[in-house]
């Protein structure tokens, strides 16, 4: 009699069939979604299998499969930030991700934001599959930054202890930078051994410096004309959100103390939302003509515009979030400005340049200083480039987390294996090798995801699919 054959299913490893959500009006050019994107894209690359479930709103994006809740037809545009629709649109999604995660069956859920994470903590229960949480800052600090709620509002103490339940539900909590896993660190209430660092990473090949071809030239001269920007000026390129927390508004009173000093000097602030109101405070500033807000730029495109730069500025004011602008400053060899935070300092290193937290006058004079010295400019721009070459590569960030993925799947089998009094010890791979299942009529041993295509009604358990290190038995047709 021919032994049946046995697949192992641990080594090589099984593609991973990963439930994200995302609590976002996913895709809306902006800094937490381009990580969503780029981090989709990376992770098929490794032959993983993707789906994507977020709000009814948003562009569509080539290769990830989107799953939208249901449609609000009052609410066309992203919604940023903390809102009071979100209620009732995460309500919605709620729905959606029950119905996507009961048709797929996934071998874990990757939550993006909070409020994505306490949707999947319902559903890791219900579908028996670890919960990994993005990590892109503090719930409650966002909607500080927003001004959502104040420190001395009655809302806040209870939302800190929400928010800290539901980072306790996450078996992983991966943050954008070693300085917020730091906070969750001295928070205390996260094991250290669930927390990750997956740093804002950049495309390198899409983000480079100019190359001073005629071609790139042309297109360059071209997207100055159709921006109204004169000739000469020398740049300032701001990417991001505008709003207060992001330092906008800081950023306009500096251009004001700049262009005093430097009447060469122009202002590219790209972002949204409502760049009318912060073209009406330019211009009450007296730097309308130093100062140019174009709106919301596509991400496919924003290469292009931030080709057009001399320096870079990063003015941020939150002290919770990432900052995924200064990785695609530097990858374009800009010389970058930024305002001295942890963040700051963790993502550019010795390649930037720092001025104090929250003072216009100071973001001016090192403004001025990379505008002068166009030499120091060069040779920190360059330094910058080879940083996020190296160290901030996508690619790179989905091995990262790939590797999350196993431990958290080889621990989820494990306490699976501990609890469930039907389970036996995983075989050794020589003795599952040979050995002969005790079944009569049996075909051949395959591997657990064919349990996931069809074949759990002819399927017999040899030893459960929950440890993935057998397989299950698939019966001979009696015909």
Known sequence: MQLPRIYDTKEPRLPYTILMI?????????????????????????????????????????????????????IKRAIVGSSRHKLYLDLALSWRCLRVGLKLRPDLIHAHTHEA?????????????????????????????????????????????????INRQADAVVTSTHNAAALLRRDGAIDPQRLHAVIDS????????????????????????????????????????????QGTNVLIDTARLLAARRPDVHFLIMGYPDPMSYRAYAEAQGVAGHVTLPGRILYKDLHSYLALGDVAVAPKMSLTEGNGKISNYMAMGLPVVAFDTPVSREILGETGIFAQFGSAEDLAKQLDLALEDREMAARMG??????????FSWERAAHQFEAIYDTLLA?????????????????????????QPDVEDCAEIVAPAALHNGASED?????????????????RNPH
């Open 459 to 475: 399927c017999a358990e040899v030893v459960t699919p929950a440890t993935r290190t057998v397989g299950v038995v698939r019966k």
């Open 411 to 435: 621990e989820s089998r494990s306490a699976r294996h501990t609890q469930s009094p039907r389970e036996v010890a995983p075989l050794p791979t020589a003795a599952r090798e040979t050995i």
């Open 22 to 74: 995302a609590s976002t009006s996913f895709f809306s050019d902006y800094g937490n979604h381009v990580r969503i994107w780029e981090e989709a894209k990376a992770i098929q690359k490794l032959s993983h299998r993707l789906v994507l479930s977020t709000y009814h709103n948003g562009d569509d994006m080539p290769g990830i499969d989107i799953r939208r809740s249901w449609d609000v037809p009052w």
């Open 382 to 391: 360059a330094a910058g480039r080879v940083r996020a070459v190296t160290e």
């Open 117 to 165: 994470a306490s949707i999947g903590a319902a559903l890791k229960r219900l579908l028996g599959v670890p919960l990994l949480l993005d990590y892109q800052g503090s719930m409650t600090g966002e909607m500080l930054d927003h001004g959502f709620i104040k420190k001395n509002s009655p809302l806040y103490m209870p939302l800190v202890r929400l928010e800290r339940f």
């Open 202 to 245: 950049v495309n390198t090949e899409r983000f480079r410096p100019f190359d001073g071809s005629a071609q790139w030239e042309a297109q360059r001269r071209e997207l100055r004309a159709q921006l109204g920007i004169p000739e000469g000026r020398r740049i300032v390129v701001y990417i991001g959100l505008l709003a207060p927390y």
